[in-house]
């Protein structure tokens, strides 16, 4: 995860950049991992950083903390922050929290939590806004893969054209797939449908995140798939523009990649022909953590048409 | 797994040589899958083809069968090979059973049930001989993801040096992993370790498959992990070279790649540097069909050491 630069970076200029609500302040790092955002308070000033983090890694963060010199100031206490006991309440909260699509496995709970029991009035979140954005795409290599099929008689000499429909189900299916969505296979600009703000959403506000999109197509494409992608924005101190950290395909690519959501069947558009919809993301019935993601969608002329998505479950993949 | 060009097309030629084993006889295809090695043995003129498949693309298969006229020929039927009753012997059993590192989920077992209980005395088995092989190699890849907790410091001002020992652990594991090795990366010309011959091979003797390796070490390298592979071989008529289906490193990409095996510590060799060992594969006590891979090893003149590996369980991929 250090190893994404983007997100590393970002949340080390945002932490330098609002060096003075921290200097000399208490901060609560909640979900501290090895320590690194907790460090970079400290290194912004913080009198007192508590790292919190519930898995075993805070072991590691003990030994970072150590390593930097850094005993005095951070912190590091074992637990969910949703059961320990600090000795005093915080003036800043930075957590990176997000997960994919925002909002899968996220520990953004745990923020609210931490927020609502350890924040002063007027205390400061970092990252403080989140902000979800859907776009048309064309996966060109997912249309390859079903093209395939009408080559299997030219290649081998078997006719396995009758296979184009069934594949088409199998990949085209209601998965979200976390993928790098090339530039070239946008189709509009994305469309911003939902904005979270941290210091005043609540958890019950979360169980239903939805809201309206309208794109309009840049030009004559075929859309198969709707990404979808946040931002989260910092503040800036005075009157600098904030510093937001953006999963966009426009933008460096980040672990986070863009969750692609496939339509059934592909649908031609022409240049201006306008999608619209309406996005709702919602805790899986099965598990509160992963997420679902209800589209419902006009594509120019086309009826509307609905289709639900959710995150199928992965290995663990070692992350850095 | 059709749009692997290398198995699929090696597959074809070997059916299309043995056509004289084929031409008006009876072919069982053991996990037929979507019938493709069913249609080639048709093309190859086959009398009869029993295109025995459990899962539910047998209806797919059905549906390829009568889109290429074949109903006749190719008779598919549902079932496992342990179950179905077919209503006469073979004379030829053609099976794409492989499975990572050869025997990771492989259907060799059924393969071995369909020889026994349905296979003519003097029948052809397709392929009918499997051998695997050992070569150490150096993962640079493994090696610089490590490396960049050194770089830490330059990059975001923390020292996180001490995660390399922890994150050795977590990389260096006992995973068996699933990867394309590339050819500069092998450090010794691969040994064979077993061979395994499917007309006389018992699922007894599957359970424990093992032989001894000796490699020299081509130059001065690194050795952080081994890699194992496999060929299968089809029979070839008259004098014809015996066709061999090939995942080495040094042969065209399959979708089984190669199976990596991580040492704990890297090993530095010099040219002629002997790894001697002997490798044992045998099913995981979980589930037998997963494959677990013992090695005991030693590098020129450390002592000798052993590590377990095993699969760890993925998601299902879709696969053509």
Known sequence: MISDHVRTNTYRMAILRNSESIRG??????GAGTGVLSIFCAQ???????????????????????????????????GTVETVDLPEKVDV???????????????LNSVLYARDKWLKPGGVILP?????????????????????????????????????????????????????????????????????DLYSVTAEELRSVKGQFRCESFGSAAV???????????PSPDKAPPLVLSTSPFKPETHWKQAVLYLGD???????????GEVCMYPS??????????VDYTIGQEKRQSKNFSIPDWSAETQQ
Request: aromatic letters at 10%; proline letters at 3%.
């Open 25 to 30: 302040k208490v901060v609560l790092d909640v």
């Open 44 to 78: 912004a000033g913080a009198h007192k950083v508590y790292a919190v983090e519930a898995c075993s890694i805070a072991e590691q963060a003990v030994e970072i903390v150590k390593q930097n010199n850094l005993e005095g100031k951070v912190e590091v206490v074992r």
């Open 93 to 107: 909260i930075v957590s990176e929290w997000m997960g994919y699509a925002l909002l899968h496995e996220s520990m």
């Open 128 to 196: 403080s806004k989140a902000e979800l954005y859907i776009a048309p795409i064309c996966d060109p290599v997912a249309e390859d893969r079903l093209h395939f099929w009408y080559t299997v008689k030219d290649k081998y000499g078997i006719d396995m054209s009758c296979m184009y429909d069934f594949a088409r189900k199998c990949v085209m299916n209601s998965d979200i797939t976390v993928n790098t969505v090339t530039v070239e296979d946008v189709l509009s600009h994305p469309a911003r449908f939902a904005e979270i």
């Open 224 to 234: 198969n798939a709707f990404c979808v992608y946040f931002t989260v924005t910092f």
């Open 266 to 276: 592909a649908v031609e558009v022409v240049q201006d022909t306008p999608v619209t």
């Open 285 to 294: 019935e099965e598990s509160t953590r992963h997420i679902c993601i209800h």
